[in-house]
């Protein structure tokens, strides 16, 4: 009797629960970016650009499941920003716009687009929906922040990648 009982409870329990539905995969990588980033001066609307290019995206860990990274990519992006405090802001801004990078795996290379938010003053941290990080503009700079706004900058950038399949 017991076992026609503890049956007839895990019969009504799958019923209850239903199918389990097969778990995401689920990446997660550390990554580095370096290049250059390019400033163009705002104009009448308080604006200027930015652009990201040429810069290498390299990352370790995995894209998704046993879908390891395997080597360095190319990283560009765009955009706009606005400067923070007077004279241009410098290294002071606070920027949007997209960023689109190849990341090279054991099974594939992975092309994303997406969009790009940032926070500078010198150092600065930056988002997209797959990537989280800080980052740093290193010299040689084209410009001086006293005589001339800087316009060119090398940079390198730490990130933490996170990625659910869907």
């Known amino acids: ?3 026609a009982i503890a049956v007839l409870a ?3 329990m799958s019923v209850l629960v239903g199918p389990v539905p097969a778990a995401h995969a689920l990446g997660v990588g550390a990554c580095t970016i370096s290049g250059t980033i390019t400033f163009t001066p705002p104009g009448s609307t308080g604006q200027g650009l930015w ?3 040429p810069a290498v995206i390299n990352c370790e860990g995995t894209w ?3 879908d390891r990274f395997v080597g ?3 990283f560009t992006g765009a955009g706009s920003y606005t400067a923070l405090g007077p004279g241009g ?3 002071r801004k ?3 716009g997209t960023v689109d990078y190849a990341l090279r795996t054991t099974s594939t290379i992975a092309r994303v687009s997406e969009p790009h938010e940032f926070v500078m ?3 600065g941290r930056f988002a997209t929906p797959l990537l989280q990080g800080s980052f740093l503009a290193t010299p040689p700079y084209d410009g001086d922040c006293l005589l001339k706004p800087v316009t060119r900058a090398t940079f390198v950038a730490q990130a933490l990648m996170v990625r659910t399949s869907r």
């Open 72 to 74: 360095p990519g190319p």
């Open 64 to 66: 998704a499941g046993p």
């Open 94 to 96: 606070i920027g949007k």
């Open 10 to 12: 895990g019969l009504m």
């Open 121 to 123: 003053a010198g150092a």
């Open 1 to 3: 009797m017991k076992r």
């Open 51 to 53: 652009k990201i290019d």
């Open 89 to 91: 802001g410098c290294l």
